[in-house]
């Protein structure tokens, strides 16, 4: 049985209309990070959707959604690697 929390919202990414599940708190937090950046919900999907991202979007909208919260850098930076040095 699903709850009305649990049903899909529907949005737009890039203009199409697609649907998401999302839990009840990360609702609330992309509409509290979209009233802070005077946008749009479906403007912070596009935002993510643009990064290449491992998993789904819904996946990505989270870690978004967290790494906002937390005064993190989105989207994350990947560990640069060390360079080898030659034998000597």
């Known amino acids: ?23 009840p708190a990360f609702w609330e937090a992309l509409e509290e990070i979209a009233r802070r950046e005077a946008t749009e919900v479906d403007a912070l999907f596009d935002r993510v959707a643009k990064v290449p991202h491992r998993g789904n979007l819904t996946s990505a909208i989270r870690l978004f959604a967290l790494a906002y919260f937390r005064g ?17």
């Open 72 to 88: 993190s850098v989105w989207p994350p930076r990947r560990p640069r690697r060390r360079a080898q040095r030659a034998p000597v």
């Open 1 to 23: 049985m699903t709850t009305e929390s649990e049903r899909p919202r529907n949005v737009k990414v890039f203009g199409r209309r697609t649907s998401m599940r999302l839990e």
